[in-house]
């Protein structure tokens, strides 16, 4: 089953408007100079930036996403970002759950569900990530835990089209300690597997899980070729554009 291949980069918090949208105006004439790319190529920056860079981006094959959404489409949410108010600045992913949501706000496999089936009811694609600490991976719980974070935070209405799932290991986030190839596979075979029983085969066969975590230029070839890996979530390594194109350029 042929899955395209998505590169995507969360900018996490930074870069400001001089640096930021001169790295969209860069990576849209990259792809664009590519032709027909082997990969879908995506940029989540910081909320400040989502409007300025969907402009940049537009009429590109450059997909904006945001890095998180609010549950609900508007209210009494101070500080908050709906999903519909990124859909109608053009963008068409919103990234859920990262573990740094997880862990600086609290963010329970529930909510990030709600999250996710928010951004599907205004359009978008939702990234549902997860991962285990160190700490459960040690205690022997890494099948566990993704299992646990997987089906918790896995929208009923979930599909191929509608839903990325990201497995970043959270030890491996900013680390510079990446995931070997064997670890990712066999989280990433068994993320698959549970899709198979939860939605069927044809949508798991279907459905893209991205590897994140110290992905760089160096080891992204390798990963990019395990049998079920789909992509990258990308965080430092998607900061310069030469960085950030030359992953992409590990597409298989
Ligand atoms: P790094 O690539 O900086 O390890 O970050 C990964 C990540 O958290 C992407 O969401």
């Excluded at 945001?66 to 068409?92: F, I, P, V, Y």
């Excluded at 989280?187 to 110290?214: C, F, N, P, W």
Aim: proline share 3%; aromatic share 4%; with cysteine.
């Amino acid at each position: 089953m042929a899955r395209r291949i998505l590169i995507a980069g969360n900018w996490k918090m930074n870069k400001v408007q001089s640096d930021g949208l001169a790295l969209v105006e860069d990576l849209v004439g990259r792809v664009k100079g590519e032709g027909a790319a082997k990969f879908d190529m995506l940029v989540c920056p910081p909320f400040t930036l989502v409007s300025k860079a969907c402009e940049a981006a537009a009429g590109s094959a450059v997909a904006v996403g945001g890095q998180d959404c609010h549950m609900n489409e508007k209210g009494a949410h101070t500080g908050d970002t709906s999903a519909w108010m990124l859909a109608d600045l053009g963008c068409s992913y919103a990234i859920v759950g990262h573990s740094e949501r997880r862990t600086d706000h609290a963010e329970t496999n529930e909510q990030v569900r709600a999250k996710a089936e928010a951004a599907h009811a205004a359009g978008l694609i939702a990234i549902i990530c997860i991962g285990e600490t160190l700490a459960e991976r040690e205690a022997g719980r890494t099948i566990e835990v993704n299992r646990t974070q997987l089906l918790g935070s896995l929208p009923d209405g979930a599909t191929a089209d509608n839903t990325v799932i990201a497995y970043e290991p959270v030890w491996a986030i900013g680390t510079g300690v990446v995931a070997t190839p064997d670890q990712a596979q066999e989280v990433h075979a068994m993320l698959r597997a549970e899709l198979v029983s939860a939605k069927g085969q044809g949508t798991a066969d279907a459905m893209r899980i991205l590897y994140g975590g110290s992905m760089n230029p160096k080891n992204a070839a390798e990963l990019l070729a395990l049998p079920d890996v789909d992509g990258g979530l990308i965080g430092g390594a998607s900061l310069k554009a030469d960085d950030f194109w030359a992953v992409a350029q590990g597409c298989p």
